[in-house]
Every structure is written in structure tokens, then in C-alpha cells.
């Protein structure tokens, strides 16, 4: 997850792996990761999330985590407009550093619980991802609102896009699974997959 400061980004991976919200938050110092096993399709997937620093100073740092980033999820607090006009600068590194031109890139507007307080509109986000080929998707880290669909969606490109997919290490060890997702196409292959973003 990339995106500035204090827009959520932890709380987002918090939510997603351990079904929490904490109200106060350290800002994130370089890179945090998480890991999350999910069923898809009756396949294993490794998840391998990356928390990464907002602030400028760890920006030499955190752009060596796009680098086999299978997907990118850039995140902006819809209560503060200028989060969401940095997103420009967020995907110019992600297009930048990224080794994958196929790279699933999702922009979560996140803090939608805040209604009286949102600058960003639905439709200008919508339009701004439409131009940017991503998938859109507005988030509540303390609700817990389409947390797990953002996962998900990323998750589902990443195994429909086939050069990805082919980079992908099997997991081998079978995982609790945390999250079962399927589709009314099953697929049933016995091998895994993994990714991270």
C-alpha cells in the first residue's frame, strides 16, 4: 500500500489481517508487512502485504518495495483533498519502479465514514481511476467498510492476469485459511499461488 501519510494505510492492512481498528496509530517508520493466507478458487494464496511510509524522507526506501509488487493498491483520505491530487505523484513511482507492466494497481479512497468532512467526490475519484486503468473502490479502515473487497479485487486480477500469475511461487505448506473467496467458475487446479502488494 503506498499513498501519503496518514491516510489510512495501516489501519486498511490492520482491519484486513487481524479484524481490528485502533484509533490511534504510530505513523509507519520505512516498511511494515503483513501476511495473510486466503483460499481463491480452491487455490492457496499467500498474501505478503507491504505498509509503506507516507513521508518524503523515506521515499528512497520504500520505492525498492514496487519492485515484484504483483499489485499496488494507492490509497487518499477523502476527507483531505490534497492526499487524493498526490495520488499523481504515488503512480508515477509505481510506473517508475514497478518490474511488472501488468501490475494490478486498486485506488482505495479511504476514511468514508467521515461524511460530513469529504473534499473528494465519488465521481472525481471514479474518473481519475477510469483514466488511470485502475479499479476504484471507497474504504472505511474503523468500519471495516469494502476492507476486504479491495483485498479481494486486487487479488482476483492478479490470478486473471497471466504473466503475474506465471511469477507467482507455489505455496507449499497448506495455510489456515483465512478468507475463501469463489467465483461460480471453480477452478480445479490443485496448485497455489502467492503475491504481494
Not at 144 to 152: G, I, P, Q, T
Amino acid at each position: 500500500l503506498v499513498g501519503d501519510s496518514a491516510t489510512g494505510k495501516s489501519s486498511i492492512i490492520t482491519q484486513f489481517t487481524e479484524d481490528e481498528f485502533k484509533e490511534q496509530m504510530s505513523p509507519t517508520i520505512g516498511v511494515d508487512f503483513k501476511v495473510k493466507f486466503m483460499n481463491v478458487n480452491r487455490k492457496k494464496v499467500k498474501l505478503t502485504i507491504f505498509d509503506t511510509a507516507g513521508q518524503e524522507r523515506f521515499r528512497t526506501l520504500t520505492s525498492s518495495y514496487y519492485r515484484n509488487a504483483h499489485g499496488i493498491i494507492l490509497v487518499y483520505d477523502v476527507t483531505r483533498e490534497e492526499t487524493f491530487n498526490n495520488i499523481k505523484n504515488w503512480l508515477k513511482e509505481c510506473d517508475l519502479y514497478s518490474t511488472f507492466e501488468e501490475c494490478v494497481k486498486l485506488l482505495i479512497g479511504n476514511k468514508i465514514d467521515l461524511k460530513e468532512e469529504r473534499k473528494v467526490s465519488l465521481q472525481d475519484a471514479q474518473n481519475f481511476a477510469k483514466s488511470n486503468n485502475m479499479v476504484y473502490i471507497e474504504t472505511s479502515a474503523k468500519t471495516k467498510e469494502n476492507v476486504d473487497k479491495a483485498f479481494e479485487e486486487v487479488v482476483y486480477q492478479i490470478l486473471n492476469t497471466t504473466n503475474l500469475l506465471e511469477s507467482t511461487e507455489p505455496v507449499r505448506n497448506k495455510p489456515t485459511d483465512n478468507v475463501n473467496i469463489s467465483t461460480s467458475e471453480p477452478n480445479e487446479s490443485e496448485g497455489g499461488s502467492g503475491c504481494c502488494w
